[in-house]
């Protein structure tokens, strides 16, 4: 016959006790939170689909704050836009209404003044700023894009954020695809403008060229390459786009002149000047619309993802309870157990 120990039966007991409690506590864990999935191990391939939801809600709720930003900036500088538009469509009536012999020089001399403060109202509109940066600097955004004289120190470059998956909308519109005349060559900002009126140096024809810095020019004075990069720039470098503050500076001119002629050849650039900025308020719509999609997008996304998950990490209440309330009745069954084995006096071993 095995003689059992009390040793042993010691390490049996504390042995069923600890487990017991350790389910136990598994359990009251799990109906504090309600959650059935405490670990990996509890269920290793929902686990998988819990870490990939859970990355994507993050990269969503950056995404929305992206397409916040996004959205702020283009409808700061529509509403820029429009009291652009209100300006140029002012200074329109003013020239149709300056544009016969009707008034005379002293009527038109005041009537420029009021030219004048368009053309400051104007100014003030492109230098216009969201917090510390300038809107219509391009990149150059900590640059003052326009000095008195209308001069453009920006670039027309675009910032894009990112507000869904792959997905890049531009945050900002340049000043040179707002104030600036339709060209089909490309921008050259004013430092290039300033570098290319020192090349007025004729050129023999030929094969020859020469260097200024890092820029090499053809004979032919119709390109150049900047850095291994060929631009294509106008023949004659010292003509640049005209801006909105020229058709308002020429307007002005015009009044203080008494000329109602040049006046009338003005109303063609003011239209276009017009238009172009509808067309770019446009442009804006159409990109706050599509920033309006994809956070709607993101928003399903979102409770599909949240129904996704609770199916898989929740636990069901009624029988997470009824599982606790049975282990409660375990955990006791065995300290009972445990109390009638160790209740052995010293005449139970002598027999």
Avoid: C, W
């Amino acid at each position: 016959m095995t003689r059992v120990s009390e040793n042993s039966s010691i390490n049996s007991i504390k042995y069923s006790v600890g487990k017991t409690k350790s389910k136990l506590e598994d359990l009251q864990i799990k109906g504090s939170n309600l959650k059935r999935v405490q670990k990996p191990s509890d269920d290793p391939i929902g686990n998988i689909d819990i870490l990939s939801i859970r990355s994507q809600t993050i990269d969503n709720k950056q995404y929305l704050r992206n397409a916040s930003v996004a959205k702020t900036q283009l409808t700061y500088t529509e509403n820029a836009i429009e009291e652009l538009t209100n300006i140029m469509n002012k200074a329109k009536e003013i020239a149709i209404g300056q544009s016969s012999n009707l008034y005379d020089p002293s009527v038109r001399k005041s009537i420029a003044k009021e030219v004048s403060q368009l053309r400051l109202q104007a100014l003030g509109i492109g230098n216009r700023r969201m917090g510390n940066k300038y809107i219509f600097s391009g990149h150059k955004s900590l640059t003052r894009p326009f000095n008195q004289e209308g001069q453009y120190f920006g670039d027309a470059n675009q910032t894009k954020i990112e507000v869904s998956k792959d997905f890049f909308v531009p945050s900002n519109f340049s000043g040179d695809e707002i104030f600036f005349e339709k060209e089909n060559t490309k921008f050259v900002d004013a430092q290039k403008l300033d570098l290319r009126a020192l090349q007025d140096t004729p050129i023999d024809q030929g094969t020859e060229e020469f260097t200024e810095g890092n820029v090499v020019r053809d004979p032919a004075g119709q390109s150049e390459t900047e850095n291994g990069q060929e631009i294509q720039v106008q023949s004659n470098l010292n003509e640049s786009r005209k801006t909105i503050f020229d058709t308002l500076q020429s307007l002005e001119n015009a009044l203080v002149t008494n000329n109602p002629q040049i006046v009338q050849t003005l109303l063609p650039q003011i239209d276009d000047s017009i238009d172009q900025l509808i067309v770019t308020r446009t442009k804006i719509g159409s990109v706050i619309n599509s920033i309006d999609v994809a956070t709607n997008s993101i928003e399903k996304d979102n409770l599909a993802n949240a129904e996704y998950k609770s199916r898989i990490e929740d636990a069901d209440v009624a029988e997470l309870f009824g599982d606790l309330a049975r282990q409660q009745n375990v955990l006791n069954a065995t300290y009972k157990a445990s109390a009638q084995l160790m209740n052995q006096s010293l005449l139970d071993f002598i027999r």
